[in-house]
């Protein structure tokens, strides 16, 4: 079955950078996409970035968009979040997601979550 494990999460002071990652198993990796979401508390999961393993398609939450990049190892069946110029804001819970269908938010499988909380 497909799994993923979030890893990298941690603190970190506003400005600073983290690079989180979400290692994947049980599919043929070039066949989905993957999309980082995030959680905060009182708030619904809301989706970062995404990266189409097929295409190479890429998208950003224009919250993230221009400090956050999405990519992806093959040989690793990898995918990683480089968030840099991080902000209090973007403190969350996030989750990686796989997916070869288009659906909502709560579609595909799901990873573990890696905390991230910037300070200010």
């Known amino acids: 079955e497909v799994q993923l494990q979030a890893s990298g999460g941690g603190l970190v002071q506003a400005g600073g950078s983290l690079r989180i990652s979400c290692l994947t198993s049980?599919?043929?990796?070039?066949?989905?996409?993957i999309g980082w979401f995030r959680e905060a508390p009182g708030k619904e999961r809301e989706g970062v970035s995404c990266?189409?393993?097929?295409?190479?398609?890429?998208g950003y939450a224009d919250s993230v968009k221009g400090r956050f990049t999405i990519s992806s190892d093959k040989a690793k069946n990898t995918v990683y979040l480089q968030m840099n110029s991080l902000k209090p804001e973007d403190t969350a819970v996030y989750f990686c997601?796989?997916?070869?269908?288009?659906?909502?938010?709560?579609?595909?499988?799901w990873g573990q979550g890696t905390q991230v909380t910037v300070s200010s």
């Open positions: 049980g599919f043929t990796f070039e066949d989905y996409g």
């Open positions: 990266i189409s393993l097929s295409d190479g398609n890429i």
């Open positions: 997601n796989a997916r070869n269908t288009p659906g909502p938010t709560n579609s595909g499988s």
